[in-house]
């Protein structure tokens, strides 16, 4: 029980400022209106380290906050049972999140005419929308995510971990990497649970003028990160040395 509440918590927190920042960029009268990508980017590093930190203390160690890092700690050799109550916890946390992103814009909602801005506030959608690409891109992107967290974490041939007690910081950075080398394309979903709950929150809530939630897109940024974490486990298995 207590990973499934630190993943709930830790991905509330990841969802809430996460997709705060991206509200906060994109909805009409908001002081940080039209800031930018450098800044929704930043954004989502520091939510990923404040996820982690809120995760971490609250019962879940691994502080995953993400089915394709779940996954791919399965493949080498994880608790089935603790992978299914962190992707419980990850999925119930992200709509939570997102739920309190809309009560924390609310007048922002019917001042904002662009419903396409309202959905990028819950979750992402491509740049330009190829299916085969918008899927190789969220493959590489949460590629690079796990397998460089797992590099991060592993003792190296010297049976020392380099990460000590910056682990939440050097993910953080590689978060903040992504999204700027590789976030262009989709937007960089690289998290199921991050696109697809708040999805079904943006479907469910009575935001003015919001739209479609864009469901014909909506399983590439599902998809694609599970496979992009499943290869990285198997690869991680075969270069990386587990973590002490």
Same mark, same amino acid.
């Given at each position: 029980?207590?990973? *499934? /509440?630190?993943? *709930? *918590? &830790?991905?509330? /927190?990841l969802v809430l400022l996460g997709n705060g920042v991206v509200a906060g960029v994109l909805l009409e009268k908001s002081k940080a209106q039209n800031a930018g990508w450098i800044v929704i980017t930043a954004g989502w590093c520091f939510a990923v380290m404040a996820g982690v930190f809120v995760a971490q203390a609250t019962g879940s160690g691994g502080a995953a906050l993400n089915p394709a890092v779940s996954i791919a700690v399965l493949v080498r050799g994880g608790d089935p049972g603790v992978f299914v109550m962190e992707v419980i916890g990850q999925f119930i946390g992200a709509? /939570? &999140?997102? #739920? *309190?992103?809309? #009560?924390?814009y609310l007048p922002h909602w019917g001042e904002t005419r662009d419903p396409g801005l309202k959905l990028a506030s819950f979750s992402t959608g491509p740049a330009i929308r190829n299916t085969g690409t918008n899927l190789i891109s969220e493959i590489i992107g949460t590629f690079v995510l796990v397998f460089v967290v797992f590099s991060i974490f592993s003792p190296f041939q010297s049976g020392i971990s380099p990460a000590s007690n910056l682990g939440p910081y050097l993910v953080a950075s590689l978060v903040w990497g992504i999204g700027l080398s590789l976030g262009g394309p989709t937007g960089y979903a690289i998290n199921p649970a991050r696109d697809l709950a708040p999805r079904i929150a943006h479907a469910i809530l009575p935001i003015p003028g919001k739209g479609d939630s864009d469901w014909g897109y909506s399983w590439i940024p599902v998809v694609g990160p599970l496979i992009g974490g499943a290869i990285a486990g198997v690869l991680a298995n075969i270069f990386i040395l587990p973590a002490a």
């Open positions: 029980m207590g990973v *499934l /509440i630190g993943e *709930l *918590l &830790g991905t509330m /927190i709509f /939570i &999140g997102a #739920v *309190l992103v809309y #009560v924390h």
